[in-house]
């Protein structure tokens, strides 16, 4: 049974830094391409950040510089470190993992973030 479970959300003030883990359970998480993905209420869903196997990222344009994506296959999970958060970061985040036509997704953690 696939299970990606997200952890780290929370409540923070503009400025400030929250990191993200998604632990993943039932693949073989070394050769899945892991994302982050968010969706704030009234918009669509998202991409964040991806990482691939080998490691190389990919990064949306409003968080280029802010977050950083990265992964540990010894133990199956993905982070996403978030630094100089806005109040436009506010939203639920997801991970995902993808490869080929198998895609999965967590269940989410709320990051708000508001003074």
């Known amino acids: 049974q696939v299970q990606l479970v997200e952890s780290g959300g929370g409540l923070v003030q503009p400025g400030g830094s929250l990191r993200l883990s998604c632990a993943a359970s039932?693949?073989?998480?070394?050769?899945?391409?892991m994302g982050w993905y968010r969706q704030a209420p009234g918009n669509q869903r998202e991409l964040v950040a991806t990482?691939?196997?080998?490691?190389?990222?990919n990064y949306a344009a409003s968080v280029k510089g802010r977050f950083t994506i990265s992964r540990d296959n010894a133990k199956n999970t993905v982070y996403l470190q978030m630094n100089s958060l806005k109040p436009e970061d506010t939203a639920v985040y997801y991970c995902?993992?993808?490869?080929?036509?198998?895609?999965?997704w967590g269940q989410g953690t709320q990051v708000t973030v508001s003074s």
């Open positions: 995902n993992a993808a490869y080929y036509s198998a895609d999965r």
């Open positions: 990482i691939t196997s080998g490691g190389s990222t």
């Open positions: 039932g693949i073989i998480f070394s050769i899945y391409v």
